[in-house]
DNA sequence: CGGACCTTTCCTGCTT
DNA sequence: GAAGCAGGAAAGGTCC
């Protein structure tokens, strides 16, 4: 109602808008109604921004920070950390029955960053663990049941990825063939049927769709494997680099991106390449035996009064119970902390404008003090970085506090000055924070 | 191979 | 009641 929202505050808009922090606390709430304008985005969620350009460019936070969108985010990540970004597009080579259940996420957000989805709204969580042969067989409702929001179209434009997409192979990567325009072409093509499709369309075409989103593509489409420089090179932000000679840039984790998807092109699952012997086929991680344990199951080893009866008497068959069984805790396979300390990601966060203060944001700096602004879009992040999809803000603050109790982060000063949720401090034991 | 370290996972109890 | 905090316990991966 136009006229309703026309007398609104700027506090009252804060108070109305999405509960799980869709405006950045940032956003100012001294601003008179003319100030603000609303609009809807292409799926008729609401939105607001500034009309006015703030009156000191330099603090022109709130309108930057109200509009990002998850490629502006990335982009920005993806310039300081190649490989991850690589990675992030490996699903455009697979048939999404041999999608991971990272390369569902990421296709996931690429659809939701192509799309302008909402960071707030979206249900991301809800579709980790889910292998891409799961994602095949997923019907609409089901979709929908994951996310309420977002859950037809994601499953509108999955089908059309299913069916319309072609995989780039080795023979179609021909010598001097531009894989790069090719790929952006196929993948726009699929985010927006409407607009232009053919391999034809022009670049101002496909920036004219989305800037972020084909930039996004640029950084990372000159992966594919180019024959004529021999053994394997890639090309990233416009150096080549030599897998074998750069471990640092290729480690010999599951993190090497995937050239092509021998699964698909072969029409069946047998997987022979050592890249796949590491990486493990489809069949191998996602077989019914092999499926992750639903989260509350519960094999628990510990707190014996959960194995005990009332009259605290341990019976046999509860006795046996106790002892230990293997369980889903601990890192997974794959997972690695290698130079990831979690204060060291917290503090690369806040030194990052494209973080801070989106994500999470200094209270004091002078003192260390900062807050978690987004909580799960920050754990989600330390669980990509992790190669561990089911992150939560829960685990993640577990390991706060155990990095507080380790002296990397210390406790924050309980004068009323700052918020008592959400809020941590870098201890002794941290460093480098202080000269952002 | 063992141990230290750093998480990760799950949980109970408490506070806001 | 939900969200967040605090911390115990157990387990696993990495590094030395």
């Given at each position: 109602?136009?006229?309703?929202?026309?007398?609104?505050?700027?506090?009252?808009?804060?108070?109305?808008?999405?509960?799980?922090?869709?405006?950045?606390?940032?956003?100012?709430?001294?601003?008179?109604?003319?100030?603000?304008?609303?609009?809807a985005n292409e799926n008729m969620d609401m939105k607001t921004e500034l009309v006015s350009e703030p009156q000191t460019p330099q603090e022109s936070i709130p309108t930057t920070v109200s509009?990002?969108?998850?490629?502006?985010?990335?982009?920005?990540?993806?310039?300081?950390?190649?490989?991850?970004?690589?990675?992030?597009?490996?699903?455009?080579?697979?048939?999404?029955?041999?999608?991971?259940?990272?390369?569902?996420?990421?296709?996931?957000?690429?659809?939701?960053?192509?799309?302008?989805?909402?960071?707030?709204?979206?249900?991301?969580?809800?579709?980790?663990?889910?292998?891409?042969?799961?994602?095949?067989?997923?019907?609409?409702?089901?979709?929908?049941?994951?996310?309420?929001?977002?859950?037809?179209?994601?499953?509108?434009?999955?089908?059309?990825?299913?069916?319309?997409?072609?995989?780039?192979?080795?023979?179609?990567?021909?010598?001097?063939?531009?894989?790069?325009?090719?790929?952006?072409?196929?993948?726009?093509?699929?985010?927006?049927?409407?607009?232009?499709?053919?391999?034809?369309?022009s670049s101002e075409d496909i920036m004219e769709i989305d800037e972020s989103t084909s930039k996004m593509l640029d950084n990372n489409i000159e992966t594919v494997y180019d024959p004529t420089?021999?053994?394997?090179?890639?090309?990233?932000?416009?150096?080549?680099?030599?897998?074998?000679?750069?471990?640092?840039?290729?480690?010999?984790?599951?993190?090497?991106?995937?050239?092509?998807?021998?699964?698909?092109?072969?029409?069946?699952?047998?997987?022979?390449?050592?890249?796949?012997?590491?990486?493990?086929?489809?069949?191998?991680?996602?077989?019914?035996?092999?499926?992750?344990?639903?989260?509350?199951?519960?094999?628990?080893?510990?707190?014996?009064?959960?194995?005990?009866?009332?009259?605290?008497?341990?019976?046999?068959?509860?006795?046996?119970?106790?002892?230990?069984?293997?369980?889903?805790?601990?890192?997974?396979?794959?997972?690695?902390?290698?130079?990831?300390?979690?204060?060291?990601?917290?503090?690369?966060?806040?030194?990052?404008?494209?973080?801070?203060?989106?994500?999470?944001?200094?209270?004091?700096?002078?003192?260390?003090?900062?807050?978690?602004v987004q909580s799960e879009a920050v754990a989600q992040m330390w669980g990509r970085k992790k190669n561990n999809t089911s992150m939560t803000y829960e685990k993640l603050s577990r390991a706060?506090?155990?990095?507080?109790?380790?002296?990397?982060?210390?406790?924050?000063?309980?004068?009323?000055?700052?918020?008592?949720?959400?809020?941590?401090?870098?201890?002794?034991?941290?460093?480098?924070?202080?000269?952002?």
């Amino acid at each position: 109602d136009i006229e309703y929202i026309s007398v609104l505050s700027a506090d009252d808009i804060i108070e109305m808008s999405c509960p799980t922090q869709a405006l950045p606390d940032t956003f100012p709430h001294d601003l008179s109604e003319s100030e603000i304008s609303f609009y809807a985005n292409e799926n008729m969620d609401m939105k607001t921004e500034l009309v006015s350009e703030p009156q000191t460019p330099q603090e022109s936070i709130p309108t930057t920070v109200s509009r990002m969108t998850f490629s502006d985010i990335f982009h920005k990540q993806d310039t300081s950390c190649c490989s991850d970004s690589m990675d992030m597009l490996s699903w455009t080579q697979k048939h999404p029955q041999n999608w991971s259940t990272l390369e569902v996420l990421d296709w996931l957000y690429y659809v939701a960053d192509a799309k302008h989805l909402d960071i707030a709204k979206l249900r991301g969580e809800q579709f980790n663990s889910v292998t891409g042969k799961e994602l095949c067989e997923m019907t609409l409702g089901q979709f929908i049941e994951r996310d309420p929001e977002y859950g037809q179209q994601f499953y509108e434009m999955f089908r059309r990825h299913v069916n319309e997409a072609q995989f780039i192979t080795p023979q179609q990567s021909e010598v001097g063939t531009d894989t790069s325009s090719q790929l952006t072409d196929l993948v726009n093509a699929l985010l927006f049927p409407s607009s232009s499709s053919s391999s034809s369309s022009s670049s101002e075409d496909i920036m004219e769709i989305d800037e972020s989103t084909s930039k996004m593509l640029d950084n990372n489409i000159e992966t594919v494997y180019d024959p004529t420089l021999g053994a394997p090179k890639v090309n990233i932000c416009g150096e080549w680099y030599d897998i074998d000679s750069d471990p640092a840039l290729f480690p010999t984790d599951n993190s090497c991106p995937t050239w092509v998807d021998p699964g698909y092109i072969s029409g069946d699952s047998e997987i022979g390449s050592e890249h796949d012997k590491n990486e493990l086929s489809v069949s191998a991680v996602f077989s019914d035996e092999e499926m992750p344990e639903p989260k509350k199951a519960k094999n628990r080893t510990r707190n014996s009064s959960s194995v005990s009866n009332d009259s605290g008497i341990v019976e046999p068959e509860q006795e046996a119970e106790r002892v230990p069984k293997k369980c889903n805790r601990g890192r997974k396979v794959g997972q690695s902390s290698k130079g990831n300390h979690l204060w060291e990601f917290i503090r690369d966060l806040l030194k990052d404008s494209a973080f801070n203060p989106t994500l999470l944001r200094w209270e004091d700096k002078e003192t260390g003090v900062f807050r978690f602004v987004q909580s799960e879009a920050v754990a989600q992040m330390w669980g990509r970085k992790k190669n561990n999809t089911s992150m939560t803000y829960e685990k993640l603050s577990r390991a706060m506090r155990f990095c507080r109790s380790a002296g990397y982060f210390a406790d924050v000063p309980k004068n009323g000055k700052f918020p008592k949720k959400l809020c941590f401090r870098f201890g002794q034991k941290a460093h480098g924070w202080k000269d952002l």
